[in-house]
């Protein structure tokens, strides 16, 4: 796994700061910060506080169970790739993965995202079990409890999942009426994770709204204009082929037409 290299180099940023801080308080001391900052990486906390007690913050320490994470999701775009797709485009699917730098960056980064990455792929593997017959609908049930505990906007990938019912269900109306009993008890459940969360938003008011300055960035986030504008070109044209396959996927000439699995986006 490519997140491994150099994994201890370069030391904290703030935000990881922020989880070093936390697992090295006790953990009565620990559970009276969440009630005030930072519920929305509660579970994540919890996670990593035994490991701060057996393994030390160090870099490596803090950071491997993210890179362990990364691993797991390329296993699992592999198993979602062969079941909709072929065992080559499974594998296919994974090696990119495992290769992008944003793989890379999350699985060297000691917060939650990878973990919450992770869980997305389960929850949307086990919605493909579940349709199939293969899997009861409880354990995807509680595959997206356990991604809204981990990380609470992990579960806009709800809407995306209805489509894929709505896409791959052969009784649609009786899946769509599963998966929205699912969908609710979810909700339900994460409720006060809710409240709590959007009691503390004020934790966050500091970050700017998406306004022009984004765009901006984006216009020079590749060093130099013409590097930006010759990667914003490779992002239409991909795109643009990506549209010019829709034909392609609605001839049915893949065993399921991975254009309705690509909603869940995991």
């Given at each position: 796994m490519l997140a491994i290299w150099d994994i201890k180099v370069p030391s904290y940023w703030r935000d990881e700061a922020a989880t070093i801080s936390a697992v090295r308080r006790p953990l009565p001391a620990l559970l009276r910060m969440l009630t005030n900052v930072d519920a929305v990486h509660g579970t994540y906390y919890l996670i990593m506080w035994p490991v701060a007690r057996i393994a030390g913050t160090g870099e490596l320490a803090m950071r491997l169970p993210s890179a362990l994470a990364m691993s797991v999701t390329a296993v699992l775009i592999v198993a979602i790739g062969r079941r909709v797709v072929s065992r080559s485009a499974g594998l296919a699917a994974g090696i990119v993965w495992a290769v992008l730098p944003v793989t890379s960056w999350y699985g060297q980064d000691a917060r939650s995202y990878a973990m919450a990455t992770t869980l997305a792929c389960t929850a949307s593997y086990l919605l493909l079990r579940v349709l199939a017959g293969d899997v009861k609908a409880r354990w995807y049930a509680v595959s997206l409890v356990t991604l809204g505990a981990m990380n609470l906007f992990a579960l806009l990938l709800l809407p995306a999942h209805g489509l894929t019912v709505l896409a791959?269900?052969?009784?649609?109306?009786?899946?769509?009426?599963?998966?929205?009993?699912?969908?609710?008890?979810?909700?339900?459940?994460?409720?006060?994770?809710?409240?709590?969360?959007?009691?503390?938003?004020?934790?966050?008011?500091?970050?700017?709204?998406?306004?022009?300055?984004e765009a901006d960035t984006m216009a020079a986030w590749g060093g130099t204009l013409a590097v930006s504008q010759l990667a914003e070109l490779i992002i239409v044209v991909g795109v643009a082929c990506a549209a010019a396959g829709v034909r392609l996927l609605l001839r049915n000439r893949f065993r399921v037409p991975s254009s309705r699995c690509a909603f869940p986006g995991p």
């Open positions: 791959l269900a052969r009784d649609r109306a009786r899946e769509m009426r599963r998966w929205l009993m699912v969908a609710g008890c979810t909700v339900l459940v994460i409720a006060p994770l809710i409240v709590v969360a959007w009691r503390q938003r004020a934790d966050i008011e500091w970050i700017p709204p998406l306004n022009r300055h």
